[in-house]
């Protein structure tokens, strides 16, 4: 059983290029979300898709965009990425949110450096 | 608003030493409280979770947590480590109910020599 997988796991950009990062769960979960992780920073929300059809934003949200493909794909995209966007990106996904059934469950990571 | 603050970014330990990562919240409402283990280069994985009932919540393992309504705290602990418990722990808090957003702490890392 896969979970949650993402792709690429590493890409090196440059300031002002474009990317998406993939996502995919097989769980036939209803919500999905990307957290990006920075030293010391923990993990902060950047957006969220409670179910198909919908996505709001996190915490971070600014220089990103994301769409709910389908129930089982949601995607995180930078339009023209800076060095600020240099992260670890996750993604996760919950049977419903994680007020109701309280488990995520992270994919690998996507390791993104802009330089 | 909700936060989590984990009081260690590192702790170094022994291994077959007892050890305790410290975690505080503060939520104007009832939380839902998680414990997340992270090991080098892959992604997060549940350790143990509080939403209701016994204070005292056991995870894999064998880490326990306990729920401090009055001292709003939920230290994770275990008995003996060993070398492969070397990862870092996430604290994190939500509320109950129709919510999306899990809010985590700092991270601590937990170092395990021989």
């Known amino acids: 059983n896969a979970g949650v997988t993402q792709t690429p796991k590493f890409q090196v950009l440059k300031t002002g290029q474009s990317m998406t990062l993939q996502c995919a769960q097989d769980?036939?979960?209803?919500?999905m979300y990307w957290y990006r992780q920075d030293p010391g920073m923990g993990l902060r929300l950047i957006y969220y898709s409670a179910s198909e059809g919908t996505t709001d934003k996190g915490e971070v949200p600014n220089g990103y965009n994301v769409s709910r493909l389908n129930k089982r794909e949601f995607s995180l995209r930078l339009e023209s990425a800076a060095p600020s966007q240099t992260s670890v990106y996750f993604c996760a996904s919950s049977e419903n949110g994680v007020g109701l059934t309280g488990e995520l469950f992270f994919g690998e990571g996507s390791r993104l450096t802009v330089l | 608003a909700q936060s989590v603050t984990q009081l260690d970014s590192q702790v170094p330990v022994f291994e077959e030493a007892p050890v305790e990562l410290r975690c505080n919240y503060s939520s104007s409402v009832s939380v839902y409280l998680f414990w997340y283990v992270q090991y080098p280069n892959q992604g997060l994985q549940l350790l143990l979770k509080?939403?209701?009932?016994?204070?005292l919540v056991k995870g894999i393992n064998g880490f326990e947590a306990e729920f401090n309504k009055s001292q709003t705290s939920f230290h994770l602990r275990k008995p003996s480590v060993h070398i492969s418990d070397t990862a870092e722990y996430f604290c994190?808090?939500?509320?109950?109910?129709?919510?999306?957003?899990?809010?985590f702490g700092k991270g601590t890392l937990l170092t395990v020599n021989p």
């Open positions: 994190a808090v939500t509320r109950g109910g129709s919510n999306y957003k899990l809010t």
């Open positions: 769980m036939n979960h209803n919500s």
């Open positions: 509080y939403l209701s009932g016994s204070t």
